[in-house]
T-cell receptor, first 114, second 112 residues
């Protein structure tokens, strides 16, 4: 079974721009969570989607948004990029809501804001 | 909200020795505790997990223990090998399971 895939793997953007990251979960997984990983703050929860609905959201500004499609693929968008948004963005899929808590992470998208 | 603390932040062991990483959590409602291994350039990989109705779980050289009363859980790696070198993260989640709180990570180096 294929794992969680994320595209693109690397991205360089300029401050003020916006960016969209994509995540394809493991087949059959309907829950997708997004995390931001930085050396200073570690892994921080952004939001979680299940069956196209956002069920939970972390403490990030409104510039961070996401959505999930009917095939469970998810995208996250960051508008008006700031230098501090440079990070590894990780997506994780799971069978949450389907009887299992186990989360499986993708390789991440490395975003650099200049 | 939940607060997960992890110690130590770095750990060096000789090949063949054991390694222990400890985490504490604050929310008594947390009941699922996974451990992840992250190698350079990769996403975290789930290596073992434990639920609050279990005190210990083993998988070959890896074991996790949970003390609900003290709100702490630990990862034990025996007979360490160089390929065990990585950053390890603990996490905690409540019954809904849709938000995980992570520790700050432990960088483990196994010296051949």
């Amino acid at each position: 079974k294929a794992g969680v895939t994320q595209t693109p793997r690397y991205l360089i953007k300029t401050r003020g721009q916006q960016v969209t990251l994509s995540c394809s979960p493991i087949s059959g997984h309907r829950s997708v969570s997004w995390y931001q990983q930085t050396p200073g703050q570690g892994l921080q929860f952004l939001f979680e989607y299940f069956s196209e609905t956002q069920r939970n959201k972390g403490n990030f500004p409104g510039r961070f948004s996401g959505r999930q499609f009917s095939n469970s693929r998810s995208e996250m968008n960051v508008s008006t990029l700031e230098l501090g948004d440079s990070a590894l963005y990780l997506c994780a899929s799971s069978l949450l809501g389907q009887g299992s808590y186990e989360q499986y992470f993708g390789p991440g998208t490395r975003l650099t804001v200049t | 909200g939940e607060n997960v603390e992890q110690h130590p932040s770095t750990l060096s062991v000789q090949e063949g020795d054991s390694a222990v990483i400890k985490c504490t959590y604050s929310d008594s409602a947390s009941n699922y505790f996974p451990w992840y291994k992250q190698e350079l350039g990769k996403g975290p990989q789930l290596i073992i997990d434990i639920r609050s109705n279990v005190g210990e779980k083993k998988d070959q050289r890896i074991a996790v223990t949970l003390n609900k009363t003290a709100k702490h859980f630990s990862l034990h790696i025996t007979e360490t090998q160089p390929e065990d070198s990585a950053v390890y993260f603990c996490a905690a989640s409540t019954n809904t399971g849709n938000q995980f709180y992570f520790g700050t990570g432990t960088s483990l180096t196994v010296i051949p």
